[in-house]
């Protein structure tokens, strides 16, 4: 496990830390024990303000420190490019892009690395890339061979915090589910398959009520595929919450022990039922509220309203009625 850390001391005197984790080589599934990896070597070109960057690296803790603005977030982000999604800032693919390079068609940003664990190297990378179409678009590759960018959560698994998730127990639950499910990324890698899969059918759905084609097969259809995939995705944030669970109680530590749960319609019937009858039901519920759904122009009930809940076991509190040192504490933890 490799810890990076980024420090910045700013004029008022106050520390900006961003720490990232390269959790495994090969997630882990089922609640099988991570797998120590390290970053070897890193590679940039045209990232954010690198127009090249060759790093070789320790595998023991890595410290950045240095003046505001010179990139040491950066390199951090172009990690956390190595795993799917959007990063660490949730940045669009042509924000990384550096400046000065933008109109250039052959000056697309790129991040490669080697991955160092017991199973040997891994070499990956993750580059802008264009469509059949010309759009952009997200390319990786693994040990030179072409890959999809949600393969990469099979080789490796980040996690990060930042100064801006202090306020996770604060903010509202769409925040907690993003971070819960990177938490379900690491230990399960066909999620995001899954919660991208439920999303695109949920915004279908949505568009074909506000055109007001309400064809009942094609909806169906597509409810059908909802309740298939919003089943598997809440059952997938048990199971990781389960595994996880059992960790921070064996785990030793100062850090508070918090008690984690998933709050939600599909979770609250999967401790009941068997999940094939928790689908039938989700796809029942989902043809019940089409008029309602249709009028407030949102979907009432799924695994898109579900939310991580965290109590301060030793203090039996909600961490959002923690104090502002508690709940980063039990953030880290």
């Known amino acids: 496990r490799t810890r990076t850390r980024c420090t910045s001391q700013c004029p008022c005197g106050l520390v ?6 390269l959790a495994q080589e090969h997630a882990p599934r089922h609640g099988d024990v991570a797998t120590p990896c390290s970053v070897g070597r890193l590679r940039l070109n045209n990232f954010r303000n690198y127009a090249r960057l060759s790093l070789d690296l ?8 240095g003046s505001n603005g010179t990139g040491k977030t950066n390199l951090m982000e172009a990690i ?4 799917p999604g959007r990063g660490l800032r949730r940045a669009r693919l042509r924000e990384v892009q550096k400046a000065d390079t933008v109109d250039d068609p052959n000056g697309g940003w790129a991040v490669a690395a080697t991955i160092s664990g017991p199973g040997g190297p891994v070499k990956i990378s993750s580059y ?4 059949n179409k010309g759009k952009d678009c997200r390319l990786a590759r693994h040990d030179g061979a072409l890959a999809q960018p949600a393969c990469l959560s099979q080789l490796v698994g980040v996690q990060w915090l930042t100064p801006q998730m202090d306020r996770l127990f604060l903010e509202g639950p769409s925040s907690r589910r993003r971070f819960l499910d990177r938490l ?6 066909n999620h995001s398959r899954r919660v991208g899969a439920y999303e695109r059918n949920l915004r279908e759905r949505a568009k074909l009520q506000r055109g007001g084609n309400c064809d009942p097969a094609w909806l169906s259809a597509l409810e059908a595929r909802m309740a298939a995939d ?7 944030r048990k199971e990781a919450l389960a595994c996880l669970q059992q960790f921070l109680v064996e785990a030793p530590g100062r850090f508070p022990r918090p008690e984690l749960a998933v709050e939600g319609r599909l979770e609250s019937w999967l401790d009941v039922l068997p999940a094939v009858e928790v689908e039938s039901r989700f796809a029942v519920m989902l043809a019940d509220n089409r008029r309602r759904d249709c009028e407030a122009r949102s ?17 039996n509190r909600p961490a959002a009625q923690c104090s502002t040192g508690e709940q980063k504490a039990l953030l880290i933890s």
């Open 230 to 236: 919003g089943v598997a995705v809440a059952a997938a």
């Open 299 to 315: 979907t009432g009930e799924g695994p898109h309203r579900s939310d991580l809940v965290v109590i301060h076991a030793g203090k």
């Open 16 to 21: 900006e830390r961003h720490n990232l984790l």
């Open 58 to 65: 320790s595998a023991s803790v890595v410290v950045l420190s």
């Open 80 to 83: 956390s490019f190595l795993s």
């Open 128 to 131: 802008l890339g264009k469509t």
């Open 184 to 189: 379900v990324l690491g230990l399960d890698p």
